[in-house]
DNA sequence: TTATAATTTGAATTTTTATTCATTTTTTGA
DNA sequence: TCAAAAAATGAATAAAAATTCAAATTATAA
């Protein structure tokens, strides 16, 4: 009861600050060994808390996945589409949400493969309807990503070699296609440190004779 | 003892078709419900088979489901590899690929997003080793695909508009890229039944101007 | 047909881990 | 400073599966 005009106290300051620090150990580990081989004990021995702790913040095993995952979600949703919202003409922006990608992805391993394991592979929370959450949220970003194709062509700025809903899944897929080359096997595939490296094999094509 | 000048005996003929057994069952529970969702109860009851049975034809849990991956990856990796080296020029060759890449995805469902699983998403066999024995494969087979581009490069068939491995990882993203989209909701994306659909992303820019 | 070997079985054991909750520790406010 | 409330703790519980193995069944061949 310090200020009553203040939305968060102290103490939810804290509770928050603390909600984070068990949610990035278990980012941690989920990221390096998989939802099913981390359990709760190694989750409460990172964080610093006693197991019975976990549980006043999280539900159950489950929840504590779901609202990580989803919160990542949110702050790559919201950056993704900042670039393609952002300035620019089709191209600029393009080029702007392929080198946020780029750099996100490179910033954000352990989060990257997580949502890899999660959107590509088999989903860890069936129960939690985790899946079909995100399955929405991936088919409503393609959606603006393939309006930028879409405006791009009616412009005159692409030539309309494909749907743009299929170069939006396209493009998605090769941006991620190197990524993965890369984090697998760094040794034999370069790092995309030029996005245009990426982008070319789009924009090549797609430019109009001039 | 029936005869000797054969090499697999009835009894053995016998044992191989119980495994297949087992091992198409572990492969159906397995894509539907995810490695850790599946008890060895399960497959046995699937599979007709006691649970003892089971550990007679394979070490463990783990083994079982290595067994199974690569069994399958043997299959697909060796009809990828025809479809490369037949007949035809560099276009001929990526068109079968394509063709028989998404032939084979709609055909193996099961094994796909057992696949998909594994090599996405967060490996379900780390400790025997099985994410590592399926980069150094899939590391071969994208440098055989390399070598159809840096052929059709060097041939005049192909413009240069990328290095040819990095043209290998593009076309491999995109085609799962496009079946990944058809698998999750087939309402919202159209299955691509005509190939040239996928590869003409690609061989619209690549193919000289004659 | 029958003794022996090979195979199959599934109940019992072991292991692993999520979850609970009585107890202890810390914080709060008078 | 102190009693009451809030929060944290982790040993104990419960549940779920993997694995084992003694007993039962089936196949072999003399």
Redesign the pocket.
Known sequence: ?TTKTEKPS??ER??LR?RQEILEAALSLFSEKGY???????I?EAS?????????FF????CLYRDLVIEQCDRFEAAFLDALEGPGDEIEKLRNFVRLHVDMFRSNLPFVRLFLAESKGASYNSKAGLDDALRKRMDAFLEQLALVFGNGIKSGLFQKIADPHALAVALDSVIDGFLLRWLESPERNPFPEDPDVILDIFLNPLLSPQ
Chains 1, 2 share one sequence.
């Open positions: 009861m102290r103490r804290e509770k603390q099913h081989s981390v359990s709760m004990q190694e409460a610093e808390f006693a197991i019975g702790t976990l549980y006043k539900q159950n095993k489950e």
